[in-house]
């Protein structure tokens, strides 16, 4: 067998374990490594780049909205959990505890950040007096903690990486006008940025955040068919500012307590990325976040290497100065072929090939990792032709996947159609809901799915509950999810 060959047959088919061939692309691609703490992993530059580049996606709209960064400690006391009860029990079995310090233990307790609700509730408190203070708009990039029973990379870790978002507001309408601006943030770099398409809806009251009024989501289709939400935004009311006594000087000359949002996305979207795009060759990533967005491979016997290699690190120069993210791989000890399969394994959107017949026709080729398209260029165009073959790659990938969603979609009127279609196929099913936890639950007991969200746009309004044939009140999205 081939050095090429063994080299990819390295990675598990989807179809023979989705799980396992995870697994070995990011760690094959180095996007990560185990660390020596159950459930936490180390992100290696490439993994992390992938993360800056959608930190950066992020934060121009949350500038461009209003919102400033702050950061905030990840210690927090006891007694602000128990404030709000509800919270509390939400994130209770997920918390670890600091009971002792410099030798001595410490008169309360102190959580590990799992989120910061209570943190920022506190210190709004302190600072909001009146009206004019008002809206409070801030964001946080931070890491936080939830001891995870069973995790997977990216997805679901013990300590992961995030962006919380917590703002303050006058009125009612203000807050709930906050919170769906932000979820249409979420939209916006979910599609256009990583080029993953979504379910938008509201999750049903069992599914929301702790303590939340209303939890709104993103729900992604991967590839083995599970669901990864990919962000949320929740109206929290003003649950929190009594709890907090947040309270502000209205223009009424009335003491009022402010209506409180917070939201958030995470490095889950990393692992939801991965699984959406990939194939047995391993990443597939969208040129807006891929690290690398194109490898320039030079190509030709010993005798033209020089030549080649002078005229590649010009158009190198050329693509650098652009702005496109470009590396050149001219190590003479492996062949073209091995470098072939080694960047489409790491998902580089767009590879460039030279050549000594190149040079002499002022021209290069190049092939997209999606489409496999080969494309032969002018050396004069070459700018002009990459970014549009980036923005095609970009483009495709994300009708690819949504091509994948529709096909994955099904419409079920009963429990035990549910039941049917999640043992012989994969996907989201769209299925009718009384409104009743009971309902709710036996559908996970028989099905093993969950209520994704009660979508805003359903591609079909149902009648009747599946469980119980009741009237239906809402229309849900039902899927496995990781």
Known sequence: MSKDKQFVSEITPQGEDFSRWYIDVIKKAELMDYSPVRGCIVFRPDGFEIWEHIKDAMDVRFRETGHRNAYFPMFIPESFFQKEKEHVEGFNPELPWVTEAGGEKLEERLAIRPTSETMIGHMYSKWIQSYRDLPVLINQWANVVRWEKRTLPFLRTSEFLW?????????????????????????????????????????????????????????????????????????????????????????????????????????????????????????????????????????????????????????????????????????????????????????????????????ENGVCVLVSRISGEKKVVQQSDLVEEINAMLAQVQQEMYERAKSFMQDNF?????????????????????????????????????????????????????????????????????????
């Open 163 to 359: 962006q919380e978002g917590h703002t303050a507001h006058e009125t009612e309408e203000e807050a709930r006008e906050e919170t769906m601006k932000m979820l249409e943030v979420y939209r916006e770099v979910i599609q256009d940025v990583l080029a993953i398409p979504v379910v938008v809806g509201e999750k049903t009251p069992s599914e929301r955040f702790a303590g939340a009024v209303n939890t709104y989501s993103l729900e992604a289709m991967m590839r083995d068919g599970r669901a990864v939400q990919a962000g949320t935004s929740h109206y929290l009311g003003t649950k929190f500012s009594v709890a907090f006594d947040i309270k502000y000087l209205s223009r009424d000359n009335a003491l009022e307590y402010v209506h409180t949002t917070s939201w958030g996305t995470s490095t889950r979207l990393i692992g939801a990325l991965i699984m959406v795009h990939g194939d047995d060759r391993g990443l597939a990533l969208p040129p807006k976040v891929a690290p690398t967005q194109v490898i320039m491979i030079p190509i030709g016997p010993p005798k033209t290497r020089d030549v080649v290699l002078a005229r590649t690190d010009e158009l190198y120069a050329e693509l650098k100065k652009a702005g496109v993210r470009v590396k050149v791989d001219d190590r003479s000890d492996v062949s073209p072929g091995w470098k072939f399969n080694e960047y489409e394994m790491r998902g580089v959107p767009v590879r460039l090939e030279l050549g000594p017949r190149d040079m």
């Open 410 to 482: 099904y419409s079920v009127d009963t429990l035990d159609e549910m039941k049917a279609l999640m043992e012989e196929k994969r996907g989201f099913t769209i299925a009718g809901w009384c409104g009743s936890t009971e309902c709710e639950d036996k559908v996970k007991e028989v099905t093993g799915a969950t209520s994704r969200n009660i979508p805003f746009k359903p591609s079909e309004e149902k009648s009747i509950c599946l469980c119980c044939g009741q009237p239906a009140k809402h229309t849900v999205v039902f899927a496995r999810a990781y």
